[in-house]
């Protein structure tokens, strides 16, 4: 699958670092070694809409927007799941946490099948236990992202097969998934409180953000934004539990486990989709 997807992570890179200058399609066009008229196309075949309404998403400006609106809709959206606008609009996720004795054991006796893959947003690894998925990383070397999962179950028998689940995430990603008829079960190993803040991650709709002290304040937790920092950068299931919808208070993007570049092209190609731009 040809995505464009590292065309356009170059592009956001050098646009992130030039911010100040204000860089435009001819310089970054340079940048990436395409012609202008080529960044366009691939740009808005990718994103749905062109370079420069796609920056518009990641604006200060739009960010706090977004923000500001996403404080309002808070309530009605608490019990939705993983809801929203657009192609995540009545897909709810199961997700299950390991009995203790399995998260103590990191694994012993769990057989997790794994595969390979890619989406709008790069190549990434999916791990699934007989229960559900369990681990979704995105990477750019498959033997680091391997010794990850291996690092994060390191009692786990894997093996690499793919299954319904993966094919399950595929259907997701490529906007195939049927929401009335299919849900997509996790199964996570964490503490509890790090279930607790995933948990509420999920509640966040597509197409909005949340800041860091907003998720404390949604879990009761208003004096631990730091802890709840900590357990969304420890997000074992990159993109369908949602941790690059929550961003710094004042707008920045923040950081994020699978590269800031990533997170912009997440936030910017959502922002696009609930504006209409990609079908």
């Known amino acids: 699958m040809n995505t464009h997807y590292d065309t356009v992570a170059r592009a956001l890179a050098y646009i992130r670092q030039h911010a100040q200058q204000q860089p435009g399609l ?13 960044l366009q196309r691939v740009f808005t075949e990718w994103a749905g809409v062109s370079p420069k309404k796609f920056l518009q998403y990641l604006t200060l400006h739009h960010a706090k927007t977004v923000l500001a609106q996403s404080a309002s809709v808070l309530d009605a959206t608490l019990h939705t799941g993983l809801s929203g606008g657009g ?27 794994y595969s390979f893959n890619t989406c709008h947003f790069g190549s990434y690894l999916v791990a699934s236990t007989d229960k559900g998925i369990c681990f979704l990383h995105f990477y750019q070397n498959q033997e680091a992202v391997l010794q990850d999962l291996a690092r994060t179950w390191p009692q786990a028998q894997l093996v690499a097969q793919e299954n319904e689940m993966h094919r399950q995430v595929y259907r997701f990603f490529t906007q195939q998934l049927t929401p009335e008829a299919e849900r997509i079960s996790l199964h996570l190993s964490g503490t509890p409180f790090q279930l607790k803040v995933w948990e509420a991650l999920l509640r966040i709709p597509e197409g909005h953000l949340r800041s860091y002290a907003s998720l404390a304040r949604q879990i009761n937790q208003e004096k631990a934004s730091r802890a709840v920092g900590t357990a969304i950068g420890s997000n074992p299931i990159a993109f369908l539990i949602p941790c690059h919808r929550v961003i710094k208070s004042m707008g920045g993007i923040g950081e ?11 936030i910017g190609w959502e922002a696009a989709v609930q504006a209409g731009g990609i079908v």
């Not at 340079?30 to 012609?35: K, N, R, T």
């Not at 994020?256 to 997440?266: D, H, L, T, V």
Request: aromatic share 8%; no cysteine; glycine share 8%.
């Open 87 to 113: 192609r995540l609009h009545d897909l709810f996720v199961n997700m299950e946490g390991m009995t203790p004795g399995q998260y103590k054991s990191k694994g012993s006796q769990v057989i997790i099948a």
């Open 256 to 266: 994020y486990r699978w590269g800031s570049e990533r997170k912009m092209a997440m």
């Open 26 to 38: 001819e310089e970054v066009a340079a940048h990436v070694h395409l012609s202008p008229h080529h």
